[in-house]
């Protein structure tokens, strides 16, 4: 409203939002240096009015996107599964709802309208997934595998297997799964048993977050909530084959760095984390892919980032923002500061060459085709994206590509492909 502003400058972000949140029709303001203020001398205000934010944003989308393939240059229809949560509607379900809402049904769906238009490939974009629904991490695992274990669960000093619970796979074709620091939990244990089957050639980031624990919340007084509650961790994660995401987290088999691997992002840099340990492996069956295919898809990854332009800008992006942060003072003379507004402003120009490089790259990869998300709006309504995480998706998309035509068609699939070959 019109009380005091409050510099929020450096705060943790759970307590910034303490401030913004309030009663619905009330007003927050929010005060904000411009990024395109170098000197950080002006100040621009923006006045909001609280109310319910739909979280249909944070629902599963889908769109297809065109590649040309390398080998006759025959374009290639790629489909790509944004999840950004792992979400469901746990007290809908109890009620019998039918109209509850799930991540697994909505991926389904997906997945399902990707078989009618005949795509070439899957591209499963789990970055910035936190976690969420075990259930539906495990049943999404079952769509793109027959059948077998999915996560080992050990707690009171007791393992349990959790399996696919479906009796067939929905999708069998070529498969990505696009990951970064900030993929946790549920997103692990997806990406992790669908490498461990070598279902899926994950891509990202040097490593996932790490989170291979599981936190119960439990009420300090049963009669009064008031008191608050108390989280503890109860049961710890571990993969297939007997190892814990827990710190390591998830390792790529192709490595595209985003920013998040300059910076202190994962399990291991929190305070009194659990150590990583492994319980004895469960029996499943691998899928085969052609000899040597994670290095052939590797080298051609790493021959176009170094031939490209914008991989180049973002590699060095990369570096000076991995130099800035290991900065442990800030100066105070004026032409040393100075000097580091105007580094700042070289980072925001390398930026915006990068969007220029990744709308240029629209002639290779275009996209056809926004798939309306789980509800009514389309992806075709995200806010401004990160040209950035664009280029990691593009190289990504390019991955996928290769492995499509990698694989071979089987002739009772028509244009889908089989994984097992």
């Given at each position: 409203g019109?009380e005091?502003?409050v510099?929020i ?6 307590k910034?939002v303490r401030?913004?949140r309030?009663a619905i ?7 904000f240096i411009?990024?395109?203020?170098p000197s950080g001398t002006?100040?621009k ?11 249909e944003?944070r629902?599963?989308k889908s ?6 393939g ?5 374009l290639l229809h790629?489909g790509?599964?944004?999840l ?9 379900k109890k009620?019998?709802?039918p ?15 990707f078989?009618?238009?005949s795509v ?6 789990l970055?910035?997934?936190g976690?969420?629904?075990?259930q539906d991490?495990?049943?999404m ?9 999915v996560?080992q669960?050990?707690?009171?000093r007791r ?10 796979a929905?999708?069998?074709?070529p498969?990505v ?5 900030m993929s ?10 669908l490498?461990?089957?070598a ?5 990202g ?8 624990s599981v ?6 007084d049963r009669k009064?909530?008031q008191?608050g ?23 790529p088999?192709i490595?595209?760095?985003s ?6 992002v994962g399990e291991?840099?929190?305070?009194n ?6 319980v004895p ?10 000899k040597n295919t994670i290095?052939?898809l590797?080298?051609?990854s790493e021959?176009r980032?170094v031939q490209?332009e ?15 942060l290991?900065m442990q ?7 040393e500061?100075l000097a580091?507004a105007?580094s700042?402003?070289?980072?925001d120009?390398i ?8 709308e240029?790259?629209e ?9 309306e998300?789980?509800g009514?709006e ?5 806010e ?13 998309l390019?991955i996928?590509r290769?492995l499509?035509?990698t ?8 244009t889908?492909?089989s994984a097992?070959l």
């Open positions: 019109s005091e502003a510099d400058m450096y705060w943790p972000l759970y910034s401030l913004i309030g029709g009330t007003d927050v303001v929010l005060s411009p990024a395109s203020d002006s100040v205000k923006v006045r909001l009015t609280r109310d319910k934010i739909s979280l944003e629902a599963a769109s297809i996107h065109e590649v040309p390398w080998k006759n240059g025959d790629l790509v599964v944004s950004p949560d792992f979400y469901a509607d746990q007290q809908g009620r019998g709802d109209k509850s809402r799930s991540c697994s049904q909505d991926v389904k769906q997906i997945l399902n309208q078989h009618d238009q070439d490939g899957v591209l499963l974009d970055r910035n997934n976690g969420g629904s075990l991490a495990i049943e695992t079952g769509f793109f595998i027959d059948k077998g274990p996560v669960v050990k707690a009171n393992v349990q297997v959790l399996k696919d619970p479906n009796r067939s929905v999708y069998e074709g498969l799964v696009l990951v970064n620091r946790a939990s549920a997103s692990e244990i997806l990406a992790g048993a490498q461990d089957y279902r899926a050639i994950v891509v980031d040097e490593k996932t977050h790490g989170k291979g936190q119960s919340v439990f009420p300090i009064n909530d008191h509650s108390l989280k503890v961790t109860t049961a710890k994660f571990y993969r297939i084959d007997g190892k814990s995401t827990q710190l390591y987290g998830v390792q088999d490595v595209v760095h920013v998040m691997d300059v910076m202190e291991e840099f929190l305070p984390v659990l150590s990583w340990e492994t492996g469960t029996n499943y069956r691998r899928y085969t892919m052609p290095e052939k590797k080298t051609r021959a980032r490209s914008g991989f180049a800008l973002y590699n060095d992006l990369v570096k000076r923002l991995g130099d800035r290991a003072t800030v100066p105070l003379k004026y032409e500061r580091q105007r700042d402003q070289e980072l120009d930026r915006d060459r990068i969007s220029e490089l990744v240029d790259n002639a290779t990869i275009i996209r056809i085709n926004d798939g998300d789980a009514e389309s992806a075709a309504d995200d401004e994206k990160d040209a950035t995480a664009d280029l990691v998706l593009n190289e990504a390019f996928l290769d499509a035509e694989l071979v068609p089987t002739p009772e699939s028509g889908s492909f097992r």
